[in-house]
């Protein structure tokens, strides 16, 4: 039988079992296997990868294997100098738009809390979010490889294990977001984003203590919320400090 020898770089092995991280290894296939099916198969889903190449050459999805090939497969902006390759997205994963996955909890009110606009629908099913991500260029975010590895999605983040905030910051680095960031701009509930108002103009919607010490207010007209920086406020920019920290 034909064999090709794969490796996988940085994050992406990640999604490999532990004796194939970071090291060279061989695969047998038959017949006409492509390269995407090849790497889907060994568990890593199409959308982290931004690079393969073949026998020293850059190469696209689509590539059928051949006996004695050397594969070297590259995550989505693993700093190489790679001049003459073909990135296999012309802007790989560059939208700073989001879809949620359902299954991404509290990380969605953070990265809106940082001014991403990330859009959430629980009632959405897999289908659904790829639509839309196709449809408005959205990336996906999502824990569940299974979504990724559908063959009509094209931009993707696998969400690793960790802390909000660890989750938040790998997004930013992933993409080059710092930025896209503009703290507090966009509603925490909607995703609209926010604006700026007069203490007149709200005045019977807020508290009397609030009217005392706050000055500055913002409305969302998506769902009809004034925001200040009360303790709620205070609260939420610990968590977005972190985030934007060192
Ligand atoms: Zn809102």
Redo the contacts with the bound molecule.
Sequence with gaps: MPTATFRFYEELNDFLPAGRRKRDFEIAFKGRESVKDMIEALGVPHTEVDLILINGISVDFAYILQDGDRISVYPVFESLDIRAATHLRDLPLRETRFIADTNIGNIVKYMRALGLDVHCDLTLCPREITRISNQEKRTILTRSQKLLKRRDVTRGIFIRPGTTVQQIRQIIHLLSLKEAIAPFSR?L??N?PLVKTTKESVYDRIPPKVRAFCNDYAY?S??D?IYWQGTHFARIKQVVDRILGP
């Design positions: 509603c509930v909607c609209t969302c998506g769902c919320r």
